[in-house]
T-cell receptor
Framework: DGGITQSPKYLFRKEGQNVTLSCEQN?????MYWYRQDPGQGLRLIYY???????QKGDIAEGYSVSREKKESFPLTVTSAQKNPTAFYLC???????FGSGNTIYFGEGSWLTVV | GDSVTQMEGPVTLSEEAFLTINCTYT??????LFWYVQYPGEGLQLLLK?????DKGSNKGFEATYRKETTSFHLEKGSVQVSDSAVYFC??????????FGAGTTVTVRA
């Protein structure tokens, strides 16, 4: 089945550690995104990538890093510089082009990250 | 900048009741508007969308009309079911590569 696979579903991180969340898609989408979701808040964009080997910061990129070496993969690293990393992280993808043209974004099932 | 304001929840309804979730927006130009739904423990799914003024998006009994004059995109369903219990997000995009989301409205439908 086509879709977006995020792993792990649940992850615990100790203070000072970096962790990497995996995101793989087999939808042949050019664009991929990482969002953070906190209780009672909408989704906030961390990073996005419109094409392989290129990515841009979103609204809350500090303390995060990404890579886009393959079209189907867009891993997110939560570094120790991220002061409040406990959240639900959502990966998404879409075809190329802007959303103003009605382009649709598809989401994975998310990863829960908890700092212990 | 672009922003979306949704009515605050939570909203609790009985089965077969009428549901409306208000959404208003601020944006430059003519944005596309979306409603997404998130079931417990899952990612978001597109529910419906509208790309220009006066368009009506519809899906699974839900409807929303793009009202440019009131900058609104309210979500409605005439008769809700228990399976409609979820968090609903209004979102917009002003012809760029970003979606701006509202805070989400939690809806619980009781049998």
């Amino acid at each position: 089945d086509g879709g977006i696979t995020q792993s792990p579903k649940y992850l615990f991180r100790k203070e000072g550690q970096n962790v990497t969340l995996s995101c793989e898609q087999n939808l042949n989408h050019d664009a991929m995104y990482w969002y953070r979701q906190d209780p009672g808040q909408g989704l906030r964009l961390i990073y996005y990538s419109q094409i392989v080997n290129d990515f841009q910061k979103g609204d809350i990129a500090e303390g995060y890093s990404v890579s886009r070496e393959k079209k189907e993969s867009f891993p997110l690293t939560v570094t120790s510089a991220q002061k409040n990393p406990t959240a639900f992280y959502l990966c998404a993808s879409s075809t190329a082009g802007t959303f103003g043209s009605g382009n649709t974004i598809y989401f994975g099932e998310g990863s829960w990250l908890t700092v212990v | 900048g672009d922003s979306v304001t949704q009515m605050e929840g939570p909203v609790t309804l009985s089965e077969e009741a009428f549901l409306t979730i208000n959404c208003t927006y601020t944006a430059t130009g003519y944005p596309s508007l979306f409603w997404y739904v998130q079931y417990p423990g899952e990612g978001l799914q597109l529910l419906l969308k509208a790309t220009k003024a006066d368009d009506k998006g519809s899906n699974k009994g839900f409807e929303a009309t793009y009202r440019k004059e009131t900058t609104s995109f309210h979500l409605e369903k005439g008769s809700v079911q228990v399976s409609d219990s979820a968090v609903y997000f209004c979102a917009l995009s002003s012809n760029d590569y970003k979606l701006s989301f509202g805070a989400g409205t939690t809806v619980t439908v009781r049998a």
